[in-house]
């Protein structure tokens, strides 16, 4: 069983930066990535950032140049730095654990572990 618990959701401007964070407990696979999804009313869900073993990373086209995903040593924890934040980011966010290697390619086929979410909006 996993348990991962997201902060760090909030309201902001567009333009202004949030970080959300999430801690990771219980069965974690290794060579497995964690990452942030999010979904949006009446919009699919969308994988949007990954991370393998605090290396390589995956973007979406949406958020690339503006994310950045981190992870610290012991695998567990995984941060998400928004920056430059847009109305159109307006989402719940989920953190993500044993995650597929294939997302790093952008293939979410499959969302692995997931916690509460943490709501992220952002006003024009």
């Known amino acids: 069983q996993v348990q991962l618990r997201e902060s760090g959701g909030g309201s902001v401007q567009a333009g202004g930066s949030l970080t959300l964070s999430c801690v990771a407990s219980?069965?974690?696979?290794?060579?497995?990535?964690m990452g942030w999804f999010r979904e949006a009313p009446g919009k699919a869900r969308e994988g949007i950032a990954a991370?393998?073993?605090?290396?390589?990373?995956y973007y979406d086209e949406s958020v690339k140049g503006r994310f950045t995903i981190s992870q610290d040593t012991s695998g567990n924890t995984a941060t998400l730095q928004m920056n430059n934040l847009k109305p159109e980011d307006t989402a719940m966010y989920y953190c993500?654990?044993?995650?597929?290697?294939?997302?790093?390619?952008?293939?979410?086929?499959?969302?692995?572990?997931w916690g509460q979410g943490t709501q992220v909006t952002v006003s024009s």
């Open positions: 993500a654990a044993n995650l597929d290697p294939r997302v790093l390619l952008g293939d979410w086929f499959d969302f692995g572990n």
């Open positions: 219980g069965y974690i696979y290794g060579d497995t990535c």
């Open positions: 991370i393998l073993n605090g290396g390589s990373t």
